[in-house]
């Protein structure tokens, strides 16, 4: 059974940046294409993007491009979103899974962006 643990949200201002982190335990990670994703309050569950097992990302949805980036460490089991010039409409609960969602879903972990 693969456990996902997110971490490294918390409370920002608008303009901000925050790293996210995503272990994976007991199952092969590299192998795995894997993705970001974000439910906001009140939406459904958004893709944000994804990373192959050799670190080459997926295209991620027109609200993150050029201000998100998806990055991996196979040895660590982790891949991690790195969020620059965030706004209050990214605040979120973002989580990590496989890019084809074949996991249970982790806790996830809360973003809050202040205007």
């Known amino acids: 059974q693969v456990q996902l643990v997110e971490s490294g949200g918390g409370l920002v201002q608008a303009g901000g940046s925050l790293r996210l982190s995503c272990e994976a335990s007991?199952?092969?990670?590299?192998?795995?294409?894997m993705g970001w994703f974000r439910r906001a309050p009140g939406k459904e569950r958004e893709f944000i993007g994804a990373?192959?097992?050799?670190?080459?990302?997926?295209p991620s949805t027109d609200s993150v491009k050029g201000r998100f980036t998806i990055s991996r460490d196979n040895a660590q089991n982790t891949v991690y979103l790195q969020m620059n010039s965030l706004k209050p409409e990214d605040t979120a609960v973002y989580y990590c899974?496989?890019?084809?969602?074949?996991?249970?879903w982790g806790q996830g972990t809360q973003v809050t962006v202040s205007s």
């Open positions: 899974n496989t890019a084809l969602r074949q996991w249970s």
């Open positions: 007991g199952r092969t990670f590299s192998i795995y294409r």
């Open positions: 990373i192959s097992w050799s670190s080459g990302s997926a």
